[in-house]
């Protein structure tokens, strides 16, 4: 059965750091495109950063550049977003996704696995 789990989030004080695990089973993690997205109350799922089957890295969000990177083990077959310089306006739930292409699209309805998502909360 093929499967996402993210995990790692949590409750952070702004300037904090942050790392996802995105976790696969039922199937080869690098065989596509694989995601990472957010999305915050009220607003539409984003974009983060994804790497392609190929390992190249695409970024997104501009609000994360600098900030934020993305990760692949593939002998875990497991992904990573690693997050530093928190702000209050990075809490969302975050997913990864995986596609059934080789190359990364910013477009949530491309992929076609989801994980469960992970709750980020950057507050004081």
């Known amino acids: 059965q093929l499967q996402l789990v993210e995990s790692g989030g949590k409750l952070v004080q702004p300037g904090g750091s942050l790392r996802l695990s995105c976790a696969a089973s039922?199937?080869?993690?690098?065989?596509?495109?694989t995601g990472w997205f957010r999305q915050a109350p009220g607003k539409e799922r984003e974009a983060i950063l994804c790497?392609?089957?190929?390992?190249?890295?695409?970024a997104y969000a501009d609000s994360v550049k600098g900030r934020f990177t993305v990760s692949r083990d593939n002998a875990k077959n497991t992904m990573y977003l690693q997050m530093s310089s928190l702000k209050p306006e990075d809490t969302a739930v975050y997913y990864c996704?995986?596609?059934?292409?080789?190359?990364?699209?910013?477009?949530?309805?491309?992929?076609?696995?989801w994980g469960q998502g992970t709750q980020v909360t950057v507050s004081s």
């Open positions: 996704a995986v596609r059934q292409y080789s190359y990364c699209s910013p477009n949530a309805p491309d992929y076609q696995h």
């Open positions: 039922g199937f080869i993690l690098d065989y596509g495109g």
């Open positions: 790497i392609e089957s190929g390992g190249a890295i695409t």
